[in-house]
DNA sequence: AAAAAATCTTAACCTAGGTTAAGATTAATT
DNA sequence: AATTAATCTTAACCTAGGTTAAGATTTTTT
């Protein structure tokens, strides 16, 4: 993660420390959630290794995939992290993942403390705002196809990690009709 | 919006000034641009009259309404602005308008400089981002008639101001099938 | 106040995408 | 290695939403 930040912006040895010392280590099996619908979401997550996914379940049990994060993602459901609201979201591992914690109280600490920290997770924030922008433009402008090659070309590596009916449930199409539209690519 | 900022968080009158010092004022005719395809965003705009909408314009020239604003609201392409790069969106006037405008080396200034109106603008884009996260679970899971119910809960004063044409284009429909709708929500 | 332009509705017909279900393939678990 | 479970594909049929076009209504502009 150190280093990560590091590439965006350099850190002295106290702000190295001071990191270092807030964070804690998870280890998450398979299908193990890191929150789920209900709690309060306490942490920023940073994963190190392995594959998860934030998503919703509506009142069909159909989920829907809003997020997928891989090695150097962050995964948060930043409204409940800054309201101290129950999540709507679950998060849970696709892969056996590593993910990396800081509680609010110490992000907190740190921003005020650290500015430079402080603009790095300003920028993470604009630069994720940005792309939920873009996915809301193609959400309400295209069709299922130009959204699944848009997913390939936005997420060439997750795109071999992960099942189609993920693929599907975050492109908002049903995994049978994804099914329809690769056929009719490939030919 | 000194109002409008102060009612998030108190500023005192060093702040005031410089935040007043650094704002310039522009009105725009109903169908006005603030800004066009092409341009690259150089101001941040704050509404103090009218409504706007912020839109993109696809190949066979339909346009698609990525967001609105009224008065009190931000409207930037954040995209642009923060990478100078050409923006795909366009900014036009629904009403005769009036913004306050900051430049990005001014923005920047400030944000060097005030830590408290730095962090306001921070709370502005996470409370931003949270709400087109909802808005892409949306478009994701629900159907045409619940996309345009949580419209008009989310922007009850907009739905009166503004056509069902725009509203349309901001759900991702036709106008045609919105009538439908209505009318089925009507008997 | 009149003319022009934009909006809203309706209706007939079309299509992208959903549903259900079954079989084939692949991956995970014991 | 065998069993179980999840994934992917296909196909027949269905439906939410798109298209085209025309008329009625409202809003803007002159």
């Known amino acids: 993660m150190i280093n990560h930040i590091k590439k965006l912006l350099p850190l002295d040895k106290l702000e190295e420390e001071v990191l270092l010392s807030k964070i804690t280590f998870k280890k998450l099996k398979r ?11 306490r942490h920023y997550n940073f994963i190190v290794e392995g594959c998860m996914r934030m998503y919703m379940v509506d009142e069909k049990g159909t989920e829907h995939n ?13 409204g409940s992290f800054h309201s101290d609201v129950p999540t709507q979201l679950f ?7 590593e993910v990396l914690q800081i509680k609010k109280e110490d992000l907190i600490f740190i921003y005020t403390h650290f500015p ?16 939920m922008q873009a996915r809301v433009l193609q959400n309400i402008s295209a069709t299922a196809e130009e959204k699944y ?17 993920q693929i599907a449930s975050y ?17």
Chains 1, 2 share one sequence.
């Open 91 to 97: 998060i849970d591992a696709l892969e056996p993942s």
């Open 149 to 165: 090659l848009t997913f390939l070309k936005d997420y060439p590596n997750l795109s071999n990690r992960i099942s189609q009916i």
């Open 171 to 187: 492109i908002g199409v049903t995994p049978e009709f994804l099914s329809k539209v690769r056929r009719s690519l490939m030919k």
């Open 31 to 41: 299908r193990q959630f890191l929150l789920q619908e209900g709690d309060v979401c």
């Open 66 to 78: 809003l997020q997928f994060g891989e090695k150097n993602w962050w995964i948060t459901d930043i």
């Open 116 to 131: 430079k920290i402080d603009r790095y997770f300003r920028v993470l924030i604009e630069n994720a705002f940005i792309k």
